[in-house]
Structures are given as structure tokens and as C-alpha cells.
């Protein structure tokens, strides 16, 4: 596999997601790099911080921010297990982020499904990168939780 690959970066994101189930977060995980080089990773922390927005997206972004000192990511590529909610769509259009990558679509709160404005317009985004590897531990977590 190409290191400089979608793929990769994902599987990257996925190692992120995999922490966030074995520490009974829903397991959603995110990176971000800058020229080919991982430069934030981080996962979901709502229950952890007890705090709504503490989504892998959000601290990602603010991780990424912080390391370039630079409140726009405009080079560098999210990537990130589940399709961004509007939330974090809208955090990405403020860095104003080159590309989102993210893997497995989410049906009910996922930022395509009211809109792609929510996203800057020079952000290009792909979906669907390892999207059953991705759907697969988010189904998992939630039919434990049943």
C-alpha cells in the first residue's frame, strides 16, 4: 500500500476509532496531515469530557490549528472514519480545509444529507475510503449498546 495513500491515512484514523471502542466512545477517529505528513489524531471524547462538541473532527481541528499556528488548514486533508455531522462540517468550513476524507456515510446526521454548503467550497471531499472497515466498528458499537 502507498504510505502517502487515502487508504493509509484512513487506516490511520481507524487505529483512532478503535481507541474510542475500547474506551466506550462511539468509535469515530480522525487525523489530519499536512503534505503527506500526520500532523493531528484524535477520536471521539463526548463522554470522557462529558461534552457534546468533543467530536474526533473538533479536536482534530483544533490540534492541527494549534501545530501550524495557523487558524486555516487550507493544506492539509481530514480524515475522518464517519461522514462530519453539521457540526463539524461547519468547524472545517471556518479552517477553511483543503480536503475531507471520511469513510462510511452516516445516514441521519451526516452534513450531506441537508446540505454540501455547510462545507467551504474550495474544500474538496471524498467518501467511501475503507467505508466497511469503518461502518463495521461503528454497527459493532452500537449493537453492544442494545
Known sequence: MNVNSD???MRIALKQAQIAFENEEVPV???I????KVI????NLCEKLIDFTAHAEMQVLTSASNYLQNKYLNE???YVTLEPCAMCAGGTFWTRI???VFGAFDEKRGF???SSKIIHPKTIIKGAVLENECSFLIKKFFQQKR
Open 7 to 9: 487508504e493509509y491515512f
Open 98 to 100: 483543503g480536503r475531507i
Open 29 to 31: 477517529g480522525a487525523i
Open 76 to 78: 492539509c486533508t481530514l
Open 112 to 114: 450531506s444529507r441537508l
Open 33 to 36: 496531515t499536512y503534505h503527506d
Open 40 to 43: 493531528a489524531k484524535g477520536h
